[in-house]
């Protein structure tokens, strides 16, 4: 199996000012899979859980070179969430404290 790392394509969502910035925010981000193996599973979770909850794709499947828009918005606010993502051979990576108020794209690559 191959190691696969993170990248963060940090495409910045136009900075709003004031307290109220957290509840306008979009929290859609586009997930690209830049490996070679299917990504079966996807998870988000807030930062302040230790629940993973579930698997966001369903039965969807993001395929090599694919992408897929997720709105990450779970109703309370936050912008900082844990992301999961289950590849077909078994591989699991997550990265931790990821800013969706802040970032557009998130991508998985070998």
Known sequence: MLKRFLV???IVV???AGTDAAL?????V???NKTKTPIFAFY???TSTNDWEEDILGDDVIMPGKSLTIDI?????ACKFDFKAEFEDGDEVV???VDVCRIGEFSFVE
């Open 44 to 46: 988000a979770s807030r």
């Open 73 to 77: 918005d779970d109703g309370t606010g």
């Open 95 to 97: 990265k931790a404290n």
């Open 8 to 10: 963060l394509s940090a």
């Open 30 to 32: 586009r997930v690209i």
């Open 24 to 28: 306008a925010a979009d929290r859609k």
């Open 14 to 16: 136009t900075t709003l």
